[in-house]
């Protein structure tokens, strides 16, 4: 794997490029970075995977842009293919990683043979229902030393929801709190909470690219419907309904990186 760092503006971007042969652009989530990356996706020889840790996620610095946005993200992104040399590459990731890729493959779809949306988190609408617990815990940061943040959080009504219909999403949300640079979490939760990636349905009517859209149930922040919703707009457009990683991790994994496979076999670069 080869490891460098890219300078935009003010912010260190940490960028990870591995393997050979067909690239694949994949993004992390809200608070991901790398490892949510790794955990998921079927490397292999044949495939060269890149991945860009997003501002103020992993190893690379927030820098002084604000507010956070995806579509800064998107940005960033792209100067990275541009660096590596990217013409024709397959695009994606995971609920915001998801979003990102929607922004970039509307405004750049010359560039890309593929389009992966993996457990989306918005479709068309931006601040949607579903990512109200990240500004709940970046409100709980901002206002609270940690611990009592923690509690806070854990005592609403939001965690008692999550813990009887989504355990996943509240055992990740409860593990902001044990972060460091509780300030520019707080900021980075809450601005991305209440962004979208900027993309209308007709826009994404008009997408004439091959696409995968992954998703599952027993899930508050990625909900099915917003993948059925996004699948049923993007006129190329394959729905791949895996176990929910809630109450069936090992089988998730399996099934996402079988289902990505099979996606990235179909393709012609």
Excluded: Y
Excluded at 104 to 126: E, M, N, S
Excluded at 152 to 162: E, G, I, Q, V, W
């Amino acid at each position: 794997m080869t490891t460098f760092v890219m300078t935009r503006d003010s912010a260190q971007l940490q960028v990870f490029d591995s393997g050979s042969g067909l690239p694949v652009v994949f993004q992390h989530g809200l608070g991901g970075d790398l490892a949510q990356v790794a955990a998921t996706f079927p490397d292999g020889p044949s495939l060269r995977r890149i991945t860009m840790e997003c501002r103020a996620h992993g190893g690379s610095t927030p820098g002084s842009m604000r507010p956070f946005r995806i579509a800064t993200f998107a940005d960033d992104l792209l100067a990275v293919c541009d660096q590596l040399g990217l013409d024709r590459f397959v695009l994606g990731g995971i609920s915001m990683g998801a979003a990102l890729s929607l922004h970039l493959a509307v405004r750049h779809r010359q560039r890309l043979c593929g389009l992966i949306l993996a457990r989306p988190a918005w479709a068309f609408t931006p601040a949607p229902a579903n990512m109200a617990p990240f500004a709940e815990v970046a409100a709980c940061l901002a206002t609270l030393p940690a611990a009592q943040a923690h509690d806070a959080f854990f005592a609403s009504p939001t965690a008692a929801r999550l813990a009887s219909e989504a355990p996943d999403n509240l055992a990740s949300l409860l593990r902001f709190f044990e972060r460091p640079s509780p300030d520019i979490l707080a900021t980075l939760l809450a601005d991305i909470a209440g962004d979208g990636p900027d993309v209308d349905r007709e826009a994404a009517r008009v997408l004439d690219l091959p696409t995968l859209v992954i998703g599952h149930g027993e899930d508050f922040v990625h909900p099915l419907g917003l993948a059925q919703d996004l699948a049923a707009a993007l006129p190329r457009a394959h729905l791949a309904q895996i176990a929910p990683k809630a109450s069936a991790p090992e089988r998730h994994v399996h099934e996402f990186r079988t289902a990505v496979r099979d996606f990235l076999d179909t393709l012609d670069p």
